[in-house]
């Protein structure tokens, strides 16, 4: 009797390894098969048997139907988020604080502020920019958050100096842009006068017109020539040429104040050419996007989602 009872749970266990992906011996194989073909004696209890091998079935059948909807589940989707909403206000707002003012502007909407040197600002849109109502005796500072464009009044005795997060920018009279939103690379360009570029702690780096300074992969400070249509944004215009998607979509994230993922990492290289009035609604912006036929750009549960087209 014990040999019968060794037998069928040798075919019990047998069967669970195939359900279970556990593939048993050659060996095993071989002896599970002689034990059954080789006639047995009748059995005091047939039954037992019988009920033995319809349990068995019973929970492979169980088993399956537990594991076939895990079996059958797709590998979700990879999310990429390149650019996640910011805390920005419905509308320009102006504070004071003593001698401190701070500017802060919403989604969609540039304004001009004039500082008390003289300078020129143009502050994008999600941006903030703190001053001082007057500016000390030696020198002019001003601390940013986004983006701006300054026109720098002229002064040799106190140079002027924007702080970011990553970049120190400093200059006695100029015109340049200062781009530092929180989730983007920084970077200036220049396009008037001179200007000295500093990155965490290093010597500063001297710009001419037309450069644009940057931090690259590793971490280092460089200076290249800049596009053509860098300084678009201040026109209103949405202007890339031959641009990675990725920073296509960042540059419609801060402006919208609108999250982007991905979800295609390829699509993130993805080179394009694209020119637009920023003045239109980000469905309309998204519309001409998908248009051009490279991706598939939706926008659901308050951000911008953007995946394969033959998805």
Known sequence: MKQKNDTNDQRLKALFGEALGTTPTPKETEEAWQEFITPRRASSRPRKNLYIGIASAAA???LMFVLWPLMRLETPAESIQVFASLEAPKEITYSETGERMEVSTPAG???SITLDDGTQVLLSANSR????KSFSADKREVKLVGEARFNVAKDAERPFIVHTRQLQTQVLG???DVKAYPQTPADVTLY???????FNGDAPQLMQPGEQASISKE???????????TGKWAEGEFAFDNRDLKSVMQEIGSWYNISVVFHSRPLLEERIY?????VKEVKG????????GIAKFELADKKIVVTDKKV
Not at 274 to 278: Q, V
């Open 60 to 62: 492979i059948l169980a």
């Open 219 to 229: 971490g280092k400070l460089q200076l290249a020539k800049a596009s053509e249509e």
């Open 192 to 198: 008037e006068g001179k200007v000295e570029v500093s």
């Open 174 to 176: 100029t015109v340049f």
């Open 129 to 132: 920019l703190e001053y001082r």
């Open 109 to 111: 909407t540039t304004t």
């Open 274 to 278: 694209f020119r637009m009035e920023r």
């Open 285 to 292: 912006v998204l519309q001409v996007l998908n248009d051009m």
